[in-house]
């Protein structure tokens, strides 16, 4: 358990507004990911981070922005919702380098439904 | 262009019997394969994993089996529980950029035990 929580847990918006999720992980864990989960389609890449203001794309980054000012934090921000990002979105965190390799700790998850 | 692909939707077992989960993958520069258990309104849970040295690995009542020349990967649990009665996905694991190893996963295999 890597400590990973995130919020909302359940949110429902409307077309255009902006929303922004939560992961937030207390083991000072390095490197952190958004993923969103779709019938069909498994886990798929959002955005990841490796440190502390340092992000990158992942397969699925188009309409997501992410921000990491804290180590602890990870913010992933939906600009404008369509309703093509309803989902579950989920967190996850990595050790550092040399422990559990490839291993993903993942959070709750946030189902998120755009009207 | 779907890299790690789970065929079977939905698998159904009796208690006790042996559960076979398939994964097949397309990219040979994958190193490292996972599974994972997912109960419904929770995250991912990891269970076994295994390097691409090896072609076997054992955990308990979980074997991990690896066929690198049919790049074909498959998940035994024996004997299958009620608890096992979950969604498993399949990962693999090629790709570090800036130290972050990026995950691919399958679309899911939905395993129901029946009493």
């Known amino acids: 358990d890597a400590g990973i929580t995130q919020s909302p847990r359940h949110k429902v918006t409307e077309t255009g507004t902006p929303v922004t999720l939560r992961c937030h992980q207390t083991?000072?864990?390095?490197?952190m990911y958004w993923y969103r989960q779709d019938p069909g389609h498994g886990l798929r890449l959002i955005h990841y981070s490796y440190g502390v203001k340092d992000t990158d794309k992942g397969e699925v980054s188009d309409g997501y922005s992410v921000s990491r000012s804290k180590t602890e934090d990870f913010l992933l921000t939906l600009e404008s919702a369509t309703s093509s990002q309803t989902s579950v979105y989920f967190c996850?965190?990595?050790?550092?380098?040399?422990?559990?390799?490839?291993?993903?700790?993942f959070g709750p998850g946030t189902r998120l439904t755009v009207l | 262009d779907q890299q790690v692909k789970q065929n079977s939707p939905s698998l159904s077992v009796q208690e006790g019997r042996i559960s076979i989960l398939n994964c097949d993958y397309t990219?040979?520069?994958?190193?490292?394969f996972l599974w994972y258990k997912k109960y419904p309104a929770e995250g991912p849970t990891f269970l076994i994993s295994?390097?691409?040295?090896?072609d076997k690995n054992e955990d308990g009542r979980f074997t991990v089996f690896l066929n690198k020349s049919a790049k074909h990967l498959s998940l035994h649990i024996v004997p299958s529980q009620p608890g096992d009665s979950a969604v498993y996905f399949c990962a693999a694991s090629g790709y570090v950029i800036q130290g972050a190893q990026k995950l691919v996963f399958g679309q899911g295999t939905r395993l129901t035990i029946n009493p």
């Open positions: 295994i390097s691409s040295i090896k």
């Open positions: 083991e000072n864990h390095r490197y």
């Open positions: 996850a965190t990595v050790r550092s380098a040399g422990l559990s390799y490839n291993e993903q700790f």
């Open positions: 990219n040979s520069m994958f190193d490292y």
